[in-house]
């Protein structure tokens, strides 16, 4: 299978800036900003990002207001300040070297086995697995292995499959997993036809392809209704930052209030809130998905007589330069298009 797979993936793997260059302070970037996020969206992020933070030194130093604003869109921002955690961590222990072996690299926040697999064999060639959602499936294919892969007894027996087929080659055979996993042995019709381990696969064999892997039933997400304020006046909005524990914590958001409000109750919470508001327009209602819960978000475009001083206001055109997390884009889109 080793060598089929390798032989595949060395004919047309896709090109990536990481894949390109695989040093491993990209290696590393690439593997936190993949967790959750698709390629084609990383990549430009990536660009952006060793643009203006190139080693572990410049990450290590950066302020962490410009970090979660380089981080704006990519959500789970508390991968941002682990980054930027290890990359301290790796100044003080390691001279600014990223650690080889994997049971070092697991010691740096933010790193788990896949991610310290996948450090450890495409940027030190290390013979460790990576396994993650894509290679689950496929190797549970491969084995028919019907075990539930939320379980730490499946994951053990994939990985042990996965180390006796690295070979001499682990980083490169590691990425022709998850780039078999991303393209072919997708979760639903999977392009058995084209696959150049199916000879492999006994699932393909039993026809049972679409039946693995084996996971329990994801919960309900919860729904939150939600009403945000957009306050302005003199050209100055008001922002305000989230708490330091807790979902997008440390962030930049509008005005949040629990429930839905129409016009009359919106109105009267404003002037509850000290607030004279001389115009009130409904602005932009949508949902906004995270991992498991959704706010349902109603929002208003207030124009208030004057400022309540012991908030944050700001002029709008610098909301550019806060990190307003991607729960607000919608919003930010809506003001912008109202110049």
């Known amino acids: 299978m080793n060598r089929d797979l390798l032989q595949w993936f060395d004919q047309g793997h896709r090109s990536m800036p990481w894949r390109d260059d695989p040093n491993p302070y990209y290696v590393w970037i690439s593997e936190i900003m993949l967790q959750q996020t698709r390629v084609h969206v990383v990549i430009p992020y990536f660009k952006r990002f060793i643009e203006t933070l190139p080693t572990v030194h410049h990450l290590a130093a950066i302020d962490d207001e410009k970090l979660m604003l380089l981080w704006q869109g990519l959500g789970y921002y508390n991968r941002a300040m682990n980054l930027k955690k290890s990359a301290q961590i790796i100044l003080e222990k390691y001279g600014g070297h990223l650690p080889k072996s994997k049971d070092e690299l697991l010691t740096l926040p933010g790193i788990g086995e896949y991610t310290a697999g996948a450090i450890a064999s495409i940027a030190f060639g290390q013979k460790e697995a990576a396994v993650d959602g894509n290679v689950l499936r496929v ?201």
């Not at 806060?322 to 110049?339: D, N, Q, R, V, W």
Request: net charge positive.
């Open 139 to 339: 190797f549970t294919r491969l084995l028919a292995d019907s075990g539930d892969i939320t379980k730490v007894a499946t994951k053990k027996r994939v990985t042990e499959a996965v180390m006796k087929e690295l070979g001499d080659r682990p980083g490169d055979f590691n990425q022709a997993l998850m780039e078999l996993g991303a393209l072919v042995c997708l979760p639903k019709n999977p392009k058995c036809e084209i696959c150049p381990v199916a000879h492999h696969c006994k699932a393909k064999e039993q026809g049972t392809q679409e039946s693995f892997p084996v996971k329990p039933k994801k919960k309900e997400a919860v729904h939150e209704n939600k009403t945000v304020f957009v306050l302005r006046t003199n050209g100055q909005t008001m922002i305000s930052k989230r708490p330091e524990e807790g979902l997008l914590k440390n962030l930049w958001q509008f005005p949040l209030v629990d429930g839905h409000m129409n016009r009359k109750d919106a109105t009267l919470y404003l002037r509850e809130e000290g607030y004279d508001p001389l115009r009130i327009k409904k602005g932009p209602s949508y949902k906004h998905i995270f991992s498991h819960r959704i706010w349902n978000i109603h929002s208003y475009i207030v124009d208030v007589a004057e400022m309540v001083t012991n908030h944050h206001w700001i002029v709008q055109d610098e909301l550019s330069e806060y990190a307003i997390p991607s729960a607000f884009s919608k919003i930010l889109e809506y003001i912008e298009h109202e110049k």
